[in-house]
């Protein structure tokens, strides 16, 4: 271009609503039995997508499976060679893979000068053993298949400092950093690699564990309520659709805003400020 002399915009404009969906792609939701992962099953099995769901618990893989159309899988995706049995049954049953979600992990409340270095090897083992499996036998599946998306469902956590959960918190720092270098290394393989760190989400598990407190936890961010399962499983399906076709190697925060609020109560001192001057 030189001068003033404006070029039209030459690029055709895509089929945006199709770039949302994932007719006739086989996609893995590794912790689908209940919550986030239950929801992420149905969210991608409503645009088209064929939905591998894997849990350790039959009973709960076959349940989802049941309600989204898709192929159950079983077992314990920390164990290499249980990963590759159910890997391998995945593409039988559900064709080629272009997408991973990965639900599993958990935490548990331990205080760091309480604790021992079992606690901290079993934090290692529930969040990131299976992480680390998948990014290498995984993304090689996806790889095969023609490229997909790897998406691990990680945690604020990862990104702040919170008592009683230090061993946790390290983890989703260690999955954040996986993230980043598998997005660096499977870029050429047409394989993209990202995370979403929620904040609280209100699983069954944790309104067991917040009961009457959920009004404090909702009054933290300016959404004025907590994630449920769905925003966590909607974020999910972004990142494996074509839609997020540029994205990789990012950590999508979903705390509903809590983050960018000043933990200092300007809102109080503006009030009686006001007063003042009345």
């Not at 609503?17 to 007719?23: I, K, V």
């Not at 036998?137 to 604020?156: H, Q």
């Not at 919170?162 to 290394?185: D, P």
């Not at 659709?241 to 990012?250: E, F, I, N, P």
Request: proline residues 4%; contains cysteine.
């Amino acid at each position: 271009m030189s001068g003033d002399v404006q070029l039209p915009d030459a690029e055709a404009v895509p089929d945006y609503a199709a770039m949302g969906r994932l007719d006739g792609r086989g996609v893995l939701v590794a912790g689908a039995g209940a919550g986030i992962g239950r929801q992420t099953a149905h969210a991608l099995a409503a645009v088209g997508a064929r939905v591998g769901c894997i849990d350790l618990t039959e009973e709960l893989a076959a349940g989802v499976a049941a309600e989204v159309g898709g192929a159950a899988l079983v077992g314990d995706i920390t164990d290499e060679a249980e990963l590759t049995r159910i890997l391998a049954s995945a593409r039988e049953q559900v064709g080629p893979v272009n997408g991973i979600v990965d639900i599993v992990g958990g935490a548990r409340f331990v205080n760091i000068m309480d604790s021992t270095l079992a606690d901290w090897e079993q934090s290692q083992h529930i969040n990131l053993r299976h992480a680390l499996l998948l990014a290498r036998l995984g993304s090689r599946l996806m790889a095969d298949d023609g490229g997909g998306s790897l998406v691990y469902i990680s945690s604020y956590d990862g990104m702040s400092g919170s008592a009683h959960h230090a061993f946790y918190g390290m983890a989703k720092a260690a999955l954040l950093s996986l993230v980043r270098s598998a997005a660096v290394e499977q870029g050429e393989l047409g394989v993209r690699v990202n995370a979403i760190s929620p904040g609280i989400v209100w699983t069954p598990r944790m309104g067991g564990v917040i009961g009457d407190d959920y009004p404090h936890w909702a009054g933290l961010g300016p959404l004025g309520r907590t994630a449920l399962p769905s925003d966590v499983a909607a974020a999910a399906l972004f990142l494996v659709s074509d839609l997020s076709a540029y994205v990789t190697g990012q950590n999508l925060l979903l705390d509903g805003g809590v983050d960018v609020v000043s933990p200092y109560p300007i809102g109080d001192l503006y009030r009686k400020a006001n007063a003042a001057a009345r």
